[in-house]
Nanobody
């Protein structure tokens, strides 16, 4: 089992920045990637950014060049630095840990609201 707790969401103006944090705990056996997803009102949950244990990253096209994912494996933390925020980035952001055997673990999410 992996427990994930997000923090850092809030209200920001267009063009502003936020840094999301995810504190992870539990067993990371067979967890091969961690990342961030988001869900806007009325839309499906979508990938934002992921990072494998080897450091490979994957970003949604809509956030490339603006968002950066990072991990501190010593502290079991995952971060998402979000710059040049747009109103369309407004969503609940979820931390994710992918276990190769059991599937996905999710946090409860943190709300990011970008005002125009």
């Amino acid at each position: 089992q992996v427990q994930l707790v997000e923090s850092g969401g809030g209200l920001v103006q267009t063009g502003g920045s936020l840094r999301l944090s995810c504190a992870a705990s539990g067993s990371f056996f067979r967890v091969n990637a961690m990342g961030w997803y988001r869900q806007a009102p009325g839309k499906q949950r979508e990938l934002v950014a992921t990072m494998t244990n080897g450091g490979s990253t994957n970003y949604a096209d809509s956030v490339k060049g603006r968002f950066t994912i990072s991990r501190d494996n010593m502290k079991n933390m995952v971060y998402l630095q979000m710059n040049s925020l747009k109103p369309e980035d407004t969503a609940v952001y979820y931390c994710n840990a992918h276990n190769m055997d059991w599937g996905d673990y999710w946090g409860k999410g943190t709300l990011v609201t970008v005002s125009s």
